[in-house]
């Protein structure tokens, strides 16, 4: 095969605790994961030059080894001593260190892709346990679907499909590293933690508004206080119909879930035309068929 196309997808958190701290500096969570309608797209065609080359429309992101589809082409094809080299040409599109995994499930789509396109012959569970080498979301970004995930969240369990719902997503223009805010938590000081089992419950009922309503994040905590328009876009999507809104894991990024279409829109349109966020997009979660892997 000497190309493949692939769509990496987001994915926002449901939920999303923080048990305790490890000894390596990494943190135990309890999240609930949910890949949503929005893709980067990426093409890898096999080149007979040795290395790696990545082109990118993000005129700001490194081309170099620094890229996550780099670092994730590189483990392989060095493990598996492949001698061709590959091309990778990434068009973005899901917002850059904003909490929805853009890096990790880009990183994702190309162990996938690299596997397929040089017969590595890896299962999924094998592309896992190397993803995690890349980031904590990688796992779950090549896995896919309504998860639970614990450990530093490699550790997942896939769940029935969330209910269908409409997703508005609203990025402010500032820019909180991940790092930065698993670094300022203070798990001491959290006096509400969310209820992960009880939404995971909600969500195998089928009950949309009981998961929407116990939707929760710790990291919050640490953003919030920092960055209160975090906090006024949640309270702008609750008082425009949202059942419940809620920042993406370490943010900045807020999401509001909508059963209703017209809502959504009108919350979307109004949004759009405000200050309070710099990208705003509507979308839907990404569940056809089940856990899909299409990709
Ligand atoms: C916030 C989430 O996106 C929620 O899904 C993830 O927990 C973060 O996943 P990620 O971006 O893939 O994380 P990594 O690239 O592995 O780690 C970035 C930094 O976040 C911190 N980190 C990350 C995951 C975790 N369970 N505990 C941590 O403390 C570490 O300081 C690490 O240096
Ligand atoms: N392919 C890539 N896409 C986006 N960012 C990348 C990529 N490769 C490297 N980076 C770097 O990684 C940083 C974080 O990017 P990313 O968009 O994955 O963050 P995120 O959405 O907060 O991730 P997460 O939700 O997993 O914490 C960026 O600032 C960027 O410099």
Redesign the pocket.
Known sequence: MREVRLKAMA?I?LG?D?VR??ED?????R?I?QTIRMYDQIRLRAVSEAGIKVRTNLSYLPCNEDNLVHKAAKLLMEEFEVREGLSIELKKYIPVAA???G??SDAAAVMVGVNRMFGLGLTKAQLMERG?K?????P?CIMRGTVL?E???EILTPLPPMPKCHVLIAKPGIHV???F???G?HLDEVTVHPDIDGQAAAIKAGDLNEAARLMGNV?ESVTVSTYPVIDEIKEFMVQHGALGAMM????PTVFGLFEDERTAKRAYEKLRRGKLAKQVFLTSIFNIGGNTNER
């Open positions: 994915k958190n999303l923080v701290k490890r500096g990494y943190h135990e969570v999240m994961m909490g929805m995994a890096g990790s995690v890349i980031g904590a979301d990688v779950y995930a450990g530093i969240g590293s991940t790092k805010v698993y670094g938590l990291l993406s894991g370490s943010g």
